[in-house]
C-alpha cells in the first residue's frame, strides 16, 4: 500500500487579497461614477472646506465696527459683538487696511467725543470737570 502524502497549500494572508482601507478610499474618492440610461459620466469630487465660511468685509461691518470702537468697547468686545474671535480680530486688522482704518477712525472720534463733552462742561464752569482735566492732562 503507497502512502499518501499530503500536498501543503501556501496560506494566503487576508491582507494580500484585499486592499488596505485607506487606498480603498483613496481609490473611491478619487472619481465617481454617475450611470445615467444611455451615458456614464465620471467626475472628480469637490473638495470640501473645514471650518467656517471666510469673512467678508462689507461696508456694513466696516460701519459697525467703528461705531463699537468709538464707544470705547475694548478689542475682545468688539469681536464678540461682530461675531467673531478675538484671534480674527487681530487677524483681520492685519489683513484688511479698511478694517483697522475704521477701529482707529472710531477710537479717535471717541476721543473728540468725550474731550468735546470735557470742554463744554469745564467752560459751563463744572469744578469737577476742571479737576479731573487737570490731573489728566498732566
Not at 444611455?38 to 460701519?63: D, F, M, Q, S
Not at 478694517?99 to 482707529?104: G, H, L, M, T
Not at 479717535?108 to 468735546?116: C, E, F, L, M, N
Amino acid at each position: 500500500m503507497k502512502k499518501l502524502q499530503s500536498v501543503k497549500k501556501p496560506i494566503k494572508h487576508k491582507s494580500a487579497t484585499k486592499q488596505p482601507k485607506t487606498t480603498q478610499k483613496r481609490v473611491k474618492n478619487a472619481l465617481s461614477v454617475k450611470k445615467t440610461p444611455l451615458t456614464l459620466v465620471i467626475t472628480k469630487p469637490t473638495k470640501k472646506r473645514n471650518g467656517r465660511p471666510p469673512i467678508k468685509i462689507t461696508k456694513r461691518l466696516l460701519e459697525t465696527a467703528e461705531e463699537y470702537a468709538m464707544q470705547g468697547m475694548f478689542a475682545k468686545d468688539i469681536a464678540a459683538a461682530l461675531g467673531i474671535g478675538e484671534n480674527t480680530y487681530y487677524k483681520l486688522q492685519a489683513k484688511f487696511i479698511k478694517f483697522r482704518e475704521a477701529i482707529s477712525t472710531g477710537r479717535a472720534r471717541g476721543i473728540v467725543k468725550v474731550s468735546s463733552l470735557m470742554m463744554a462742561k469745564i467752560e459751563a464752569g463744572g469744578n469737577e470737570m476742571i479737576k479731573l482735566y487737570m490731573n489728566t492732562s498732566g
